[in-house]
């Protein structure tokens, strides 16, 4: 289903309930005293607390002062527009804005099954609907003049996921919005920082974005990874204002709430900004040694892409990754490693086995159960070949062009992927349901016996490409 079913919310979400009311024998000039004094361009005539008519200022405008007859003389009843036009709280937004466009007003009072005053809806309500539509948003986050606004659009954003997701939209368009916004969102705090505390900042820098942000696959329980690369030769007084710039991005970036990550893979960290040729020293060292916490980080910088500044570095750091690779696979085959040891939830007989201690029992949590294998598989599969950019399914892709993963192979693996990342949203969204952080358990009473058995399929996919991996990768001569 398309953004656009937004247009079937029902007025009454969207109706504003504090409508200021008068009696149709009121003075006129209380009437506009009331306007005036509420700074409101209308007032409802009521009858029995059921509408009968209303009073605008451009009521006042061309019945009164252009007649030239006197508003102390006057009543409601005498200027109101009447029989009033008006539309039931059920009904949705399209059918209220269909029928101000054919009647040519602006606004229509909205009312209960019993005809009683429930709220007044506006054409420009219609605008501001357009806070659940991702282009409107991305406006504006682009025009975002402080952290502030930053910190309330990245609350929208969260909305907006939870609308999409009720509205039906493919998990891959909704993964790539939540990307883009985020990307954007970002984008508009650096250049609010750097305008605001550091107009002389080098432009020979770039801001990385990695991990499952680098590949553009952020759902609403990822945290922050991210990294910045700058020029070989610049002066200590440019180090020391890219320093203070990194640190004050990223306590912004916590501020507007963006979860810092847990393991310190944040540009802040020294460790984590780095001139060209330190990265890439750092990135032999990681290949040619390929500890666990090595492989930890070399995965998530592998999915590198920048978000600002100049992209040359990136593409340097890519071709550096690739002839490393070529020269010396062990780093892969430990990746693949890696990946395989995250066992699928299945038991002996096929089955789904859940969590059994508390808080969890009876939830799967996705991410372990094989969104991580198929995301470091593909990885290792695609770096192997060469392949350093996209998202997972891109790289899924580029591996059935080179002849390394069958067309089904393929197919069935993004399938898997796709449904993985469904329930994985879905069980972030029943987190912030029930007053929670999000998060990647799933109860599994809350799947039917359909999506049950699509999950156990996809399951059974990811020990599939586990096999491949063993295979692909002689994981048997590693040794354990």
């Known amino acids: 289903m398309s953004v656009e079913n937004v247009f079937f919310t029902p007025v009454s979400q969207l109706c504003h309930r504090d409508v200021v009311t008068c009696e149709q024998d009121q003075a006129l000039v209380e009437v506009a005293d009331m306007m005036r004094a509420h700074n409101i361009s209308s007032v409802v005539v009521c009858a029995s607390q059921k509408p009968v008519g209303m009073v605008t200022d451009r009521d006042l405008r061309n019945k009164v002062v252009a007649q030239g007859l006197s508003p102390l003389e006057l009543r409601a009843r005498d200027i109101m527009n009447s029989p009033l036009v008006t539309i039931r709280e059920n009904d949705y937004l399209f059918e209220a804005l269909h029928l101000m466009s054919r009647r040519g007003i602006h606004r229509l009072c909205v009312v209960d099954d019993a ?18 539509s991702p282009q409107q948003l991305m406006k504006e986050i682009e025009e975002a003049e402080s952290t ?46 750097r305008a605001a505390r550091y107009p ?28 910045i690369v700058y020029a070989d030769d610049l002066t200590p007084d440019e180090l020391d204002r890219l320093r203070d710039f990194s640190i004050d991005l990223i306590d912004n970036l916590i501020g507007i709430g963006m979860p810092a990550c847990s393991g310190g893979i944040m540009a802040k960290n020294a460790d984590w900004r780095r001139s060209l040729g ?14 666990p916490d090595h492989i930890l980080a070399g995965s998530m910088f592998f999915d590198l892409r920048t978000l600002y500044g100049d992209e040359s570095f990136e593409q340097s750091l890519k071709q550096h990754i690739i002839g490393l690779l070529r ?17 699928p939830p299945l038991n002996f007989f096929g089955g789904i086995k859940a969590e059994r201690r508390l808080p969890h029992r009876g939830s799967i949590e996705l991410k372990k159960a094989g969104i991580f294998a198929i995301t470091e598989g593909v990885k290792a599969m695609a770096l192997q070949a060469g392949i350093t950019d996209g998202r997972t399914r891109d790289r899924v892709s580029g591996l059935q062009q080179a002849g390394i993963l069958t067309s089904r192979q393929g197919d069935n693996l993004i399938a898997a992927f796709d449904f993985l990342v469904t329930l994985r949203l879905r069980a972030q969204l029943l987190s912030l349901e029930q007053g929670r952080e999000p998060s990647n358990y799933l109860p599994l009473n809350h799947l039917n016996r359909i999506e049950e058995g699509r999950l156990r399929l996809a399951l059974e996919e990811v020990k599939n490409v586990q096999e491949f991996l063993r295979s692909r990768f002689h994981l048997h001569q590693v040794s354990r």
């Open 278 to 291: 330190d990265w890439m020293q750092v990135l032999g060292k990681w290949l040619h040694t390929p500890t």
């Open 115 to 132: 005809g009683s005053l429930c709220g007044i809806v506006t054409d420009s309500d219609a605008l501001r609907l357009q806070s659940r």
């Open 148 to 193: 502030q606004d930053l910190k309330m659009l990245r609350l929208r954003m969260e909305q907006l996921v939870i609308h999409l997701m009720g509205t039906g939209v493919a998990t891959r368009d909704l993964v790539q919005t939540v990307a883009l916004l985020n990307d954007r969102l970002l984008v508009r705090l650096i250049e609010l920082v």
């Open 200 to 227: 002389d900042l080098t432009g020979r820098f770039a801001f990385l974005v990695l991990g499952s942000e680098g590949r553009r696959e952020q759902t609403l329980a990822t945290d922050q990874d991210n990294a």
């Open 327 to 343: 020269r010396n696979n062990l780093f892969l085959i430990h990746s693949a490693s890696n990946a395989v040891n995250f066992k």
